[in-house]
């Protein structure tokens, strides 16, 4: 019996952490359950008083928002970091060490209205919010070490209000993800003279085997390492290394992919398609002048949706305490995404 990658169990390695994944497509009884899901209607109201997101609305801190047309962004009025806080004392106990940590959290609300999300927004209002990113990235990257843009789509991802909006946070050290990230693309760039998600990028083209979307400036693809079923990742092909980068044509191919990506995810299930997703680049602040050529800008989107709308998986049991396992192989979920439609939404339809 000769090895076949989507039916015989195996290993794979994410080169940018440094950890393995377990893929058992032997599990999977047919390769896609075919399953047709009805239709999840999307009830919310343009406009609700009582959501503190909403333009002209009252927010917890007792500030009303402005009757703002475009994108508007906030200071977070619960944040995870505040500004000037005392630092702790530095600990001799390899036992209980703890660090300074510094920072500010944004929340920047994409559109006025409560009922449109990105697949539901034209490719100029998607524009407005990547240049409202690159705008608090680059106010925040002078000061900061890491600036994470991030969006929470769903309650299943914690999303705490409907109203279509992302976070930004913005803190004085490198976090867990982005250090070990740093510390691999490094370590690659080191041994062969390119950065890591350059080669990739040119190995997936080639490869075409998990490749979603392309266009002159941006790669869409289900990572070879995938640990969510669905997880995608936008590499820039022009080798940005931060947001701050990107020139306007970047910026439109950017806001089409951005479109078509987030269409067709919701089409998977015709539903509001939940995920945590969230930008990628080379550190900021203190860490800016330092060399970063091993670094490619990129966006990593993980969903938690396995077979429907309503049936999600869990990294739990053997994935908490072992390593992340999946059935449906990175390219099977490639095949799914890259058929359906990435230019009208299913609600169109209903
Ligand atoms: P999430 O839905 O991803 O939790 O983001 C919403 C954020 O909005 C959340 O972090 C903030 C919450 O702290 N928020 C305010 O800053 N003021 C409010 O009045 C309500 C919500």
């Not at 490869?207 to 990572?223: A, F, G, H, M, S």
């Not at 509001?272 to 680049?281: D, T």
């Not at 990129?298 to 049936?311: G, K, N």
């Not at 099977?332 to 169109?348: D, F, I, M, P, V």
């Amino acid at each position: 019996m000769s090895f076949e990658l989507t039916k015989h169990q195996h290993t794979r390695f994410n080169p940018l952490n440094g950890q393995w994944i377990l893929v058992s497509p032997h599990r999977m009884k047919r390769p896609w359950s075919g399953q047709e899901e009805q239709p999840q209607p999307v009830n919310l109201p343009e406009f609700d008083p009582a959501n503190p997101l909403c333009p002209g609305v009252e927010r917890a801190n007792g500030i009303k928002n402005p009757i703002y047309t475009s994108t508007f962004t906030f200071t977070n009025d619960f944040p995870a970091m505040l500004e000037d806080v005392p630092l702790p004392p530095e600990s001799d106990d390899p036992l209980f060490q703890t660090g300074g940590a510094r920072g500010t959290c944004k929340v920047i609300c994409f559109h006025p209205k409560s009922n449109k999300t990105l697949p539901l927004m034209t490719p100029k209002e998607i524009r407005t919010v990547i240049d409202t990113w690159i705008a608090e990235y680059k106010m925040l990257a002078e000061k900061y070490t890491w600036v994470q843009i991030f969006e929470n789509k769903g309650a299943s991802m914690g999303c705490s209000n409907p109203h279509p909006h992302c976070q930004v946070w913005a803190c004085s050290f490198l976090p867990n993800e982005p250090r070990v990230k740093d510390e691999k693309l490094r370590q690659y760039y080191e041994k062969h003279g390119k950065a890591l998600l350059d080669d990739y990028v040119k190995k997936e083209i080639a490869k075409k085997e998990r490749v979603i979307i392309e266009n002159p400036d941006w790669l869409v693809v289900v990572p070879f390492w995938a640990s969510w079923p669905f997880e995608t990742m936008i590499i820039s092909r022009n080798g940005n290394r931060r947001m701050s980068d990107l020139s306007l044509q970047q910026i439109n191919n950017l806001a089409i992919v951005i479109k078509e990506l987030t269409i067709k995810y919701d089409n998977l299930f015709k539903c509001s398609f939940p995920y945590s997703m969230g930008w990628h680049g080379a550190p900021t602040g203190d860490l800016a002048s330092s060399d970063d050529k091993h670094w490619t800008l990129h966006a990593i989107y993980y969903p938690p949706l396995l077979r429907s709308a309503f049936v999600r998986k869990f990294m739990v049991g053997f994935e908490l305490l072992c390593q992340p396992q999946r059935d449906l192989t990175a390219e099977q979920a490639t095949q799914k995404l890259r058929q359906l439609c990435g230019k009208k939404h299913y609600s169109e339809h209903i």
